[in-house]
């Protein structure tokens, strides 16, 4: 490996939120977060960026770079490095992804091609993402492919783990959480030139962002209007208990009750106990099935009464102290604590 890989490997440990554009040698434009975690891979977007022009243009890339001299470059992600060579010499569209054009015409987000990888067992540990029944699919094509990926992940450093701020970069300002980033699209305005529909469920409020964040010009005044798993504090509990270290006055993340993906479940609710981070074992291990807008195995994974029935995927149901429906959306919902009425919670 050669020294300046080696020193960049070194800033990229420490540095893990921003990667550096010291390390690359190209600096980028420096206000732009989107060029400065991109500029950890060199771009190619001038002849001269390319080895003076030697490699400009040429598409063959592994013919001048082979893969044994790839695999250490990149080694700052073992499965990514690994990777290459598991694929065709000439697909070189993730090269393109990472590294700018080349100079190479017509590249659109099907050239990278990522379901080459990311469907493939092989190569990734988690190649079923994006198989499942229903979708975040823009393209309205009823799959999942580069063109969607691209929208979210405009650049993936791809070394194993999830930063907001490096892969999710296209609106060129940094995400503190995902959170932040799915209620940029889902606002009423929608972003990238993607628009989400107008809502199912509470017709008064439009979008998600009014709902979870609240409307109004303070803080009181929004927290009044929130979804109680927004930003509004609940009221506490008395016939409900929390599981694990779920509290009251906490917002909790969109990903702890829905997939980013794809999910078997309408709404792309969550297939897995696993995504409420802060629940006890029991519910992790739970798996959650949802069938005609019946939530009851959602809100289990976190909401419980100690003499409630079983639901169907072993979990505790909530029992209210007056005779209510079991169907939690009737009365629960995004937006159900919209607007003064308190009455309605979610
Ligand atoms: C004809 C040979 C040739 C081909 C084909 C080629 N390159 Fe290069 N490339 C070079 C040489 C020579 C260098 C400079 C020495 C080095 O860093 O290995 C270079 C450097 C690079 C760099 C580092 C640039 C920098 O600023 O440090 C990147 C990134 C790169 N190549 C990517 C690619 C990609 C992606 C492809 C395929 C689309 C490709 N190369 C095809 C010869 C080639
Ligand atoms: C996930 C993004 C990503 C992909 C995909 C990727 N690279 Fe890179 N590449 C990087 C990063 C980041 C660096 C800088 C590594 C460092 O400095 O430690 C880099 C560095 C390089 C360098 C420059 C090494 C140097 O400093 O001289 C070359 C050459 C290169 N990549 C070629 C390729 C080729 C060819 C492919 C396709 C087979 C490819 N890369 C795919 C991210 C990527
Ligand atoms: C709606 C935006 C969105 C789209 C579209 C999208 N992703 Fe993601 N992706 C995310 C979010 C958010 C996460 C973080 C998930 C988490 O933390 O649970 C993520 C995580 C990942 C991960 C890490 C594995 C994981 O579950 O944490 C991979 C790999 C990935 N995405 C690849 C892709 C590919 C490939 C595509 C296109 C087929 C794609 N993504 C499309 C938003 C998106
Ligand atoms: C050459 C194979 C390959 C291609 C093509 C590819 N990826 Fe990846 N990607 C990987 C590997 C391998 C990892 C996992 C790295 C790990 O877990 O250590 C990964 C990880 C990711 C992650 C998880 C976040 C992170 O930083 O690790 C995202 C997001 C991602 N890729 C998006 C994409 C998108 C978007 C495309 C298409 C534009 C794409 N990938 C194309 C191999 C590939
Ligand atoms: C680029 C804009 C965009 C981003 C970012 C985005 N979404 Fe979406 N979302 C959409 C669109 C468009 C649809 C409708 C897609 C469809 O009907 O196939 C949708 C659909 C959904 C649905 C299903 C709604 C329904 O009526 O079936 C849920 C739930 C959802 N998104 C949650 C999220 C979460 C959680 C995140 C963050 C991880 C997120 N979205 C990020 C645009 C976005
Ligand atoms: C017919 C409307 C209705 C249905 C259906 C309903 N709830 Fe409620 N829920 C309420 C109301 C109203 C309150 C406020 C407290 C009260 O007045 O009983 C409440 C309070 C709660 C609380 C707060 C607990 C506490 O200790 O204060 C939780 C948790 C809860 N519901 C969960 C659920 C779950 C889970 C389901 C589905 C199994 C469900 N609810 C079904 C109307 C409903
Ligand atoms: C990932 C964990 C999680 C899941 C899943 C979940 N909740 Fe909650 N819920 C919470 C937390 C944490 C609070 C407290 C938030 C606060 O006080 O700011 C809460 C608060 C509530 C409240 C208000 C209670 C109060 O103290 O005022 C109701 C009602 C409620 N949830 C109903 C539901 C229903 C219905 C479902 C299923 C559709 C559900 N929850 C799913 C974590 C969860
Ligand atoms: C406590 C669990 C929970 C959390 C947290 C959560 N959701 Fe949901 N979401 C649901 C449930 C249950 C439904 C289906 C019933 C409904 O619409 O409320 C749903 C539905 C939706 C829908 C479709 C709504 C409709 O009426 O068409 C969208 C879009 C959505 N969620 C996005 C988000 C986003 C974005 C976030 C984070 C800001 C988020 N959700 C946070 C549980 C949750």
Known sequence: MNKRVNICLISVLIITAVFLA???SNSGDASSPLRESKASAPQLLEPENHAGGIGWQKTNC?????????EDIHEYS?????????ISSTETGACLYCHGSNGIENITAETYDCMLCHENREIVPWYELFSHKNKHDFNGNDKMDSSDCVTCHAFSDMNGKIDAAIDFSKSGSPYATTTDFCLNCHDGNGAFGIMPSALDFEKDSTNIYSTFMG?????DTQKLTADIHGVKDGYGQSFGEFRGSYTNSMTVPCLACH???????????TESGKTA??????????SVSVTENNYTQLCAVCHKSDDGALTENGLLEVVHNSTFSSNCSDCHYHGSGFGTDNSNLY
């Open 22 to 24: 010291a390390c690359g």
């Open 62 to 70: 592994i013919s001048c770079h082979p893969d044994a001299q790839l």
């Open 259 to 269: 997939l980013a993906h794809s999910s078997d479940n309408p709404y792309l609710i």
């Open 215 to 219: 409307t109004g010009e303070t803080t």
């Open 277 to 286: 981070e802060l629940t006890d074992a029991d519910a992790m291990a739970a």
């Open 78 to 86: 073992s499965m990514l490095s690994a990777s290459f060579a598991k």
